[in-house]
């Protein structure tokens, strides 16, 4: 990044291949996590999930060391619903910092058949993203806020305007995002005010609706997040309402995004950059909407790929700096 907004630099070809070489052992562990149930959602179902061991070559880095990961529920602020959530745990007994995952408005769970409201369902990109976070030391928890209020898969892409208004990435799902930060901070285990926030697409939405609401003038965030992730939203509330994040905020925009506008929200981030302490935003040339699950599939292009290298580094690197005291290993 150069400064608040610039360019990804060129990627190495290994890094590439690399994550070509990471999704084949996701593909190999899905297996594995099939095999734990969830029906039950009152108590806490666990699996180890361990190294896939050598592909290509080159062990999995993300599942070392090991990763244990487990369906647990807690409420959500809202007060009246109960949420499902996969925790994904490093190794060790910590306490961790952690991390408050978002997904986006087609839910957790794989579109493959036979997919379920499980821990062995959830969607690669998913998959992914949680264990990238507990192997660098974060406990990592996806929230599913769609299954719990009978939207397992979402809403449909161009349907945005009829989606369910129980499912509201401006009004309630911040709310999801709270009562998964509460459930967090009562673990001992995590490090209770070193907490993240990150969301994808829709999820990103609602993380830019958690960090961007109205307080009083003058007065300063208290809630539970000290550093937001949002990767490709739509910018469209906050670019109308002048609205500012109240941590600090890293904006991943997909330039050739073909669901929600990527000049609204750099129209948004120029406008903001001055006066928002904390933010940096890039754009990432070419790549599309969801790149970063694009790239642990087979119909990605370059620009999807080098795109999802460089938001995992940028990832890393914004979290590690705004969760002081901690460094990724």
Same mark, same amino acid.
């Given at each position: 990044?150069?400064?608040?907004?610039?360019?990804?630099?060129?990627?190495?070809? $290994?890094?590439?291949?690399?994550?070509?070489?990471?999704?084949?052992?996701?593909?190999?562990?899905?297996?594995?996590?099939?095999?734990?149930?969830?029906?039950?959602?009152?108590?806490?179902?666990?699996?180890?999930?361990?190294?896939? /061991?050598?592909?290509?070559?080159?062990?999995?880095?993300?599942?070392?060391?090991?990763?244990?990961?487990?369906?647990?529920?807690?409420?959500?602020?809202?007060?009246?619903?109960?949420?499902?959530? %996969?925790? +994904?745990?490093p190794a060790g007994?910590?306490? +961790?910092?952690?991390? !408050?995952?978002?997904?986006?408005? =087609?839910?957790? %769970?794989?579109?493959?058949?036979?997919?379920? !409201?499980?821990?062995?369902?959830?969607?690669?990109?998913?998959?992914?993203?949680?264990?990238?976070? &507990?192997?660098?030391? %974060?406990? &990592?928890?996806?929230?599913?806020?769609?299954?719990?209020?009978?939207?397992?898969?979402? +809403?449909?892409?161009?349907? %945005?305007?009829?989606?369910?208004?129980?499912?509201?990435?401006?009004? !309630?799902?911040?709310?999801?995002? #709270?009562?998964? =930060?509460?459930?967090?901070? *009562?673990?001992? #285990?995590?490090?209770?005010?070193?907490?993240?926030?990150?969301?994808?697409?829709?999820? *990103?939405?609602?993380?830019?609706?958690?960090?961007?609401? *109205?307080?009083?003038? /003058?007065?300063?965030?208290?809630?539970?997040?000290r550093a937001a992730? *949002?990767?490709? $939203?739509?910018?469209?509330? @906050?670019?109308?309402?002048? =609205?500012?994040?109240?941590?600090?905020?890293?904006?991943?925009?997909?330039?050739? #995004?073909?669901?929600?506008?990527?000049?609204?929200?750099?129209?948004?981030?120029?406008?903001?950059?001055?006066?928002?302490?904390? +933010?940096?935003?890039?754009?990432?040339? /070419?790549?599309?909407?969801?790149? #970063?699950?694009?790239?642990?599939?087979?119909?990605?292009?370059?620009?999807?790929?080098?795109?999802? !290298?460089?938001?995992?580094?940028?990832?890393?690197?914004?979290?590690?700096?705004?969760?002081? /005291?901690?460094?990724? @290993?």
């Amino acid at each position: 990044m150069r400064g608040a907004h610039g360019r990804e630099q060129a990627l190495r070809q $290994p890094e590439i291949r690399e994550l070509e070489r990471m999704r084949h052992a996701i593909a190999s562990s899905l297996s594995l996590l099939a095999l734990v149930a969830c029906a039950a959602v009152s108590g806490a179902v666990a699996a180890s999930v361990s190294p896939a /061991g050598a592909v290509g070559g080159v062990q999995d880095a993300l599942l070392a060391p090991k990763v244990t990961a487990s369906t647990v529920a807690f409420d959500s602020a809202d007060g009246r619903t109960r949420l499902i959530g %996969y925790l +994904f745990r490093p190794a060790g007994n910590g306490p +961790f910092p952690a991390i !408050v995952l978002m997904h986006g408005r =087609a839910g957790l %769970y794989s579109s493959l058949p036979g997919s379920t !409201v499980a821990l062995g369902s959830l969607s690669a990109r998913h998959l992914h993203w949680a264990r990238f976070w &507990a192997g660098h030391g %974060y406990v &990592a928890l996806l929230v599913d806020g769609f299954a719990p209020r009978g939207y397992p898969t979402g +809403f449909g892409r161009g349907t %945005y305007g009829n989606r369910p208004s129980e499912v509201s990435e401006q009004t !309630v799902r911040p709310l999801d995002a #709270d009562g998964a =930060a509460a459930f967090l901070q *009562a673990r001992t #285990d995590v490090i209770p005010d070193r907490i993240g926030l990150l969301g994808w697409s829709n999820g *990103a939405m609602a993380t830019l609706a958690r960090i961007t609401r *109205a307080l009083p003038a /003058g007065a300063p965030d208290t809630g539970p997040f000290r550093a937001a992730i *949002a990767l490709y $939203p739509g910018c469209a509330v @906050p670019e109308r309402t002048g =609205a500012r994040p109240r941590v600090p905020l890293l904006l991943l925009i997909a330039g050739h #995004d073909e669901e929600v506008s990527p000049a609204l929200c750099a129209r948004w981030a120029t406008a903001i950059q001055a006066d928002a302490p904390g +933010f940096a935003w890039q754009v990432h040339d /070419g790549a599309a909407h969801n790149f #970063d699950g694009l790239a642990l599939g087979s119909r990605a292009t370059a620009a999807d790929r080098a795109a999802a !290298v460089a938001a995992e580094r940028l990832a890393r690197d914004f979290l590690a700096q705004h969760l002081a /005291g901690h460094r990724p @290993p």
